[in-house]
């Protein structure tokens, strides 16, 4: 009974947090081992997370090596956020999957409509204690690069590098694209076909395989 009643209030103050608009990060599913190019092994668990009572669903991806079973025993691990449309973009759990069985944790997640969620899930990830805050990468689709974009310019140095997936993008977000070409990976789509050495190199020369 003491069990039951100690559950029910830990999910009355989940429900209260939501409710206010608190971002809460949680397994929320089963995980599972998948099997990357190289043949390492990558878990990959539902990991979602609340705002303002709205249930943002995504998924991380982390190494499955010695005492890799829980994020608790990660740390300073860098971090890739891919945000993407989850029905036309059928390529970021391969990118996340090769990514991961090299010592990254990565995290697939829909995007956010507002810039401030998109900022909010960044900065969030970057507190994890499996995290190294200064090496946070940011990756979009051609869906959600105008978002995200917009959103970095707010987030600033928080990111260790931006890369865009066949970006669509408007005028502003255009503009800062163009005047930071040397900072952002962009990746075309004549290039696509060699998007996974391109990501690595450009990962590689920013820190994040060491």
Same mark, same amino acid.
């Given at each position: 009974m003491r069990k039951l009643i100690g559950t029910i209030a830990a999910? *009355?103050?989940l429900a *209260?947090?939501? !409710? /206010?608009?608190?971002? +809460?990060?949680?397994?929320?599913?089963p995980r599972k081992r998948i099997k990357a190019e190289d043949g390492e092994k990558v878990i990959v668990e539902e990991l979602s997370w609340y705002n303002h009572g709205e249930k943002q669903d995504g998924r991380i991806f982390?190494? !499955?090596?010695?005492?890799?079973?829980?994020l608790e025993s990660l740390s300073d691990r860098p971090v890739v956020i891919f945000f993407h449309d989850p029905i036309k973009t059928d390529f970021a759990e391969s990118m996340l999957t090769n990514l991961s069985s090299q010592?990254? *944790?990565?995290?697939?997640?829909?995007?956010?409509? $507002?810039?401030?969620? #998109?900022?909010? #899930? #960044? $900065?969030?990830?970057g507190k994890e204690d499996f995290a190294c805050e200064d090496l946070i990468f940011i990756? !979009?689709? &051609?869906y959600s690069a105008d978002a995200v974009v917009k959103a970095i310019i707010k987030v600033g140095n928080r990111t260790a590098g931006l890369i865009l997936f066949e970006p669509a993008l &408007?005028? $502003? !977000?255009?503009a800062t694209v163009a005047q930071h070409s040397s900072e +952002? /990976?962009?990746i075309t789509s004549e290039q696509m076909g060699q998007c996974r050495s391109l990501v690595e190199d450009y990962m590689e020369i920013r820190g994040a395989f060491k």
């Open positions: 999910l *009355v103050v *209260v947090l939501a !409710a /206010l608009g608190v971002n +809460i990060f949680r397994n929320s599913g982390k190494p !499955a090596g010695e005492n890799g079973d829980n010592g990254v *944790v990565g995290y697939s997640t829909s995007c956010p409509d $507002k810039s401030r969620d #998109i900022e909010t #899930i #960044i $900065k969030k990830m990756m !979009a689709d &051609q &408007q005028s $502003k !977000a255009g +952002i /990976l962009t």
